[in-house]
C-alpha cells in the first residue's frame, strides 16, 4: 500500500502526512525525494528543488537539459516510482497520485482546510511572521497558484479536484481524526484486494 496526499498550503497536510506514516509504520517522503533525485542526477538539492518552481521554459530547465535527455521532474518522478516498488509508504505532494495512477494498491489523499484555518495556522508556526490576515490570505493564495500551477502542467488533472483522489478531508476535522480516516481507508483498500 502507498499513500499519496496533496494538501493546500498551510493546512495541516504535512503533520497529518507524518501521523499517517506513524500510525502504519511506514516511511513518510516528501523533502527526501529531492535528495534523492539529487543523488542520481548528480545535481544540487538546490537545483532540483528550483526546478520545481520553475517550468520547462525557464533558463535553469534550459541549462540543465543541454547536457541531459532526463527533465528534472521526471527525475524525481522516477525516484518516487522506485520508492513505491521497494514497499508501502507515504509520498507527499510531487504529483505522486498522478506518477502512481498506473499502480495498484494507491490510496490518493488530498487535505484542504477553510481560509481562516489555514491562516490560523500558517500564523501558529515558528517561523511564521506577523502579518495582517489580508497579507497572509495572499501568501496562501501565492502558494496553492504555484502547487496548482505545477501539478497542472506535469499532469493531465487538475489540482485539487475530487475526482483525482480516493479521499478528500477537510483538516478541520482534526489532525488525529484525517490521520485515522486515512488508515482506515487504507486497510479497507488492502482488503478489498485480496
Not at 499517517?20 to 511506514?26: E, S, Y
Request: net charge negative; hydrophobic share 40%; aromatic share 8%.
Amino acid at each position: 500500500m502507498v499513500i499519496t496526499m496533496a494538501r493546500e498550503y498551510a493546512s495541516g497536510g504535512s503533520e497529518i502526512a507524518q501521523a499517517v506514516a506513524d500510525k502504519l509504520g511506514i516511511p513518510l517522503y516528501n523533502k527526501e525525494l529531492i535528495t534523492l533525485a539529487a543523488k542520481k542526477s548528480g545535481l544540487t538539492e538546490e537545483a532540483i528543488a528550483a526546478s520545481e518552481n520553475q517550468r520547462s521554459g525557464s533558463l535553469i530547465y534550459s541549462l540543465y537539459m543541454m547536457g541531459n535527455t532526463m527533465p528534472l521532474a521526471d527525475q524525481v518522478y522516477n525516484v518516487i516510482k522506485e520508492l513505491a516498488a521497494e514497499g508501502p509508504c507515504v509520498i507527499l505532494g510531487r504529483c505522486g497520485d498522478y506518477v502512481l495512477r498506473e499502480r495498484p494498491n494507491v490510496l490518493r489523499t488530498f487535505v484542504y482546510a477553510p481560509l481562516e484555518t489555514r491562516i490560523q495556522f500558517a500564523k501558529s508556526r515558528p517561523d511564521a511572521k506577523d502579518m495582517p490576515d489580508r497579507l497572509w490570505e495572499t501568501q496562501l493564495a501565492k502558494h496553492d497558484r504555484a502547487r496548482a500551477s505545477y501539478y497542472n502542467y506535469y499532469t493531465e488533472n487538475r489540482w485539487g479536484e475530487a475526482k483525482n483522489y480516493d479521499l478528500c478531508l477537510n483538516a478541520t476535522l482534526g489532525r488525529e481524526a484525517c490521520a485515522d480516516l486515512i488508515v482506515a481507508a487504507a486497510r479497507a483498500m488492502q482488503e478489498d484486494d485480496k
